[in-house]
């Protein structure tokens, strides 16, 4: 299930980056945490794989623009039949059914009804004298009073970052909303429209929405100390304000209690019903990245490459996204630990290049890089043929993406040698499709590599298909994991492709069952494919991502844990399990089945791959509902030419009317257990 986080108009870039960091913290691996757009939210089908819809701190005025009608009421129907809502200051305004901000200031006001209403009455603020827009001159460590028959494991005080939230105005006055905390320091805006003695100042409350649940704050909880000291001064931020608010907010947080931020925001999620991480672990901080090469020479001249045309001084290379700092074997020693409150996105990346030789075992523990070559080098020997995808590799127990260090650093994009690969063991700022960024645990096994297709070859041999070839790719590494064809066993992997280029596997509960796509939900996704292509020169310079789950245990499923499954079908058989997926493996077997469909898909296009895609497909015969056209039609295959997904339009009872229909694996969005093939909206 996914915690969808809102940031689009209206957020702030630090609201969302705090948001989504510390809801990763909290939920991470049990909910995938991403980005949405107001695009996503309004027209694409998110409600059915969501737990949590999160509205983060900046304006809610924009909010109002993006959502007020359709989106509103789409919002309110999730919440009210099951779904769960969090608004965190700005999001509280908007959550609420009246927004009364900075009232009677000519410059500042903003005061209306809002369309969700999950708290029935108004919201108002500022809370506190000070707020100014884009400014932390305002900011304050605000003192919170835990309502401890709601919360008794959490300690009766704690401290909220706050920056311009309201006050819940007569909260204790509705059946409908439970107080979570009060503000206990005294308000300059009243809490109460009734003449009470001392009015409830209600901070943070709980929202009873039909089968679903609000939680609405005027404080941050979610914003974390350590990463606020590292915050950049974009949009006119003062950074001197800045930390002298968090120098407060961390000397009362330790008077009161270390974390007891972080104790409060863990059992808000547990109050809405979320499975929470027992302990809350930071996001792991940056590690040396290791540069190895089967082929020391091509290492030598690429690193010629960048001295020569991008400048390397003392080591130190500025990349267009990233700055990195090469090491040789001499200098290891001298190698920098990652400030701890660093942005990692913005932190030096330690390259120690190793031309003639590997890093020991004890360097790489979760990869082991002699393993990964001799599973290569098999390969290479195998089938006589020496291959460049994968042959040269840089590796990161700890980094941010692999796409990004590769694409977003374009002027060292075109030395970059055909085939290099970037792989981690965990990525702290992964991208998926659409601008999600999440971080992936360990157990995941994440990979980019230069791809590069002549522009003169694009007509025989389209862009577009490098996504469908990768794919296939990771299936045939899967299912042939052992090298020595399906005899082995593994070939029984129910895992299959998923158009256009995510690959999903069968549930365990499942196997060895017989099951099809009406069977409820039997497939999981367990791979996928980001392609992002640049013109240099006379290439089009393409970068390959694809990232499967190998042994995790959450959000979804895994490899190994499937092979679990089959294992228990295969010793009921009277048949011997099968080892489990390692990383270096199978991250060889995906190269060299990768650079193997490469070079034929350059000579002949994905013609000759047609027949193994529909064999490893879920779609041949599928009857979906097209959204646009509003028609029923079955799935007949894809263009040899463009990769469109072909399907012709039945009747009621699924005879064929000759209407037929070409879709864009680019355009659509295809929810397959619900039948539905959708147009995306950008």
């Not at 001159?137 to 005080?157: C, M, T």
């Not at 704690?158 to 979570?180: H, P, R, T, W």
């Not at 399990?577 to 350059?602: D, H, I, K, N, S």
Request: with cysteine; proline share 5%; glycine share 10%.
């Amino acid at each position: 299930m996914n915690v969808l986080v809102y940031s689009g108009p209206g957020t702030t870039t630090d609201s969302v980056k705090h948001c989504l960091e510390s809801l990763r913290r909290h939920l991470s691996p049990h909910y995938a945490v991403i980005s949405v757009t107001s695009a996503i939210l309004t027209k694409e089908p998110w409600e059915a794989k969501t737990a949590l819809l999160v509205f983060p701190g900046g304006a809610d005025l924009p909010f109002c623009r993006e959502f007020n009608g359709a989106g509103t009421m789409r919002i309110k129907k999730y919440v009210r039949q099951g779904g769960l809502f969090a608004g965190f200051c700005a999001g509280g305004y908007f959550g609420s059914a009246r927004c009364e901000f900075e009232v009677g200031n000519l410059l500042m006001e903003v005061s209306g009804p809002r369309e969700l209403g999950f708290f029935p009455g108004t919201c108002r603020g500022a809370a506190f004298k000070g707020f100014v827009y884009a400014s932390e001159s305002g900011a304050r460590a605000a003192e919170l009073v835990v309502n401890q028959a709601a919360f008794p494991e959490v300690v009766e005080n704690c401290v909220n970052y706050y920056n311009g939230g309201g006050v819940f105005v007569d909260a204790d006055k509705y059946d409908s909303v439970d107080i979570l905390a009060e503000y206990a320091e005294e308000l300059d805006v009243a809490s109460s429209d009734g003449p009470a003695a001392r009015a409830c100042q209600a901070a943070v409350v709980l929202c009873k929405v039909g089968s679903g649940l609000a939680l609405l704050t005027g404080s941050h909880p979610e914003f974390i100390p350590e990463l606020m000291k590292g915050e950049s001064s974009d949009g006119g931020v003062d950074l001197a304000c800045l930390r002298e608010s968090v120098c407060r907010l961390a000397s009362i947080s330790t008077r009161l209690g270390e974390s007891n931020y972080s104790l409060f925001l863990n059992a808000c999620l547990q109050k809405l019903g979320l499975k929470v991480n027992d302990s809350v672990t930071p996001i792991p901080r940056l590690t040396p990245l290791f540069l190895t090469s089967a082929k020391p020479a091509v290492l030598v001249k690429f690193l010629h490459g960048i001295r020569e045309e991008v400048g390397m001084d003392d080591g130190i290379v500025l990349g267009t996204n990233d700055t990195f700092r090469f090491h040789y074997s001499e200098s290891f020693t001298q190698i920098a630990k990652q400030d701890e409150y660093e942005d990692p996105d913005t932190a030096i990346k330690e390259v120690q290049v190793y031309k003639n030789a590997l890093p020991g075992y004890k360097s790489t523990p979760f990869f082991n890089l002699e393993a990964y070559y001799s599973h290569l080098l098999h390969h290479w020997e195998k089938f006589g043929s020496v291959g460049d995808f994968g042959s040269t590799l840089m590796y990161g127990e700890v980094l941010t993406s692999t796409s990004t260090m590769l694409d977003k650093n374009f002027n060292l994009l075109k030395l970059f040698p055909d085939g290099f690969t970037i792989t981690g063991t965990t990525q702290v700022s992964g991208r998926g499709r659409g601008g999600n960024v999440w971080v992936n645990p360990p157990g995941v096994l994440a990979s980019s590599v230069v791809v590069r297709i002549p522009l003169s070859g694009a007509k025989t041999s389209p862009v577009v298909f490098i996504q469908y070839v990768s794919s296939l790719a990771m299936v045939e590494a899967v299912r042939n994991y052992a090298g020595d064809g399906p005899s082995t066993g593994y070939a029984e992997m129910p895992i299959r492709i998923k158009w256009p280029n995510d690959v999903y596997i069968l549930k365990p509960e499942f196997v060895g069952k017989t099951v099809s796509l009406d069977s409820g939900d039997p497939y999981a996704k367990i791979c996928g494919t980001m392609v992002n292509a640049n013109v240099i020169g006379t290439d089009y310079t393409l970068v390959v991502g694809c990232g499967i789950n190998v042994a995790n245990a959450a959000p979804t499923t895994s490899l190994n844990i499937v092979l679990d499954a089959l294992n228990s079908v295969r010793i009921a058989r009277g048949e011997l399990p099968l080892p489990p997926y390692g990383m270096e493996r199978l991250l060889a077997g995906y190269m060299f089945q990768f650079e193997t469909m490469y070079r034929e898909f350059l000579r002949f296009g994905f013609r000759p791959f047609l027949d193994l895609y529909y064999q490893r497909w879920l779609h041949s015969g599928h009857v979906v509902n097209l959204e646009e056209h509003r028609a029923r039609a079955r799935i007949t295959g894809i263009s040899s030419d463009w990769g469109m997904l072909l399907a012709e339009e039945v009747d009621e009872e699924g005879r064929a009317t000759g209407v037929r229909f070409e879709l864009q694996p680019d355009g659509n969005s295809f929810d397959m257990f619900r039948g539905l093939i959708s147009k995306k909206n950008r």
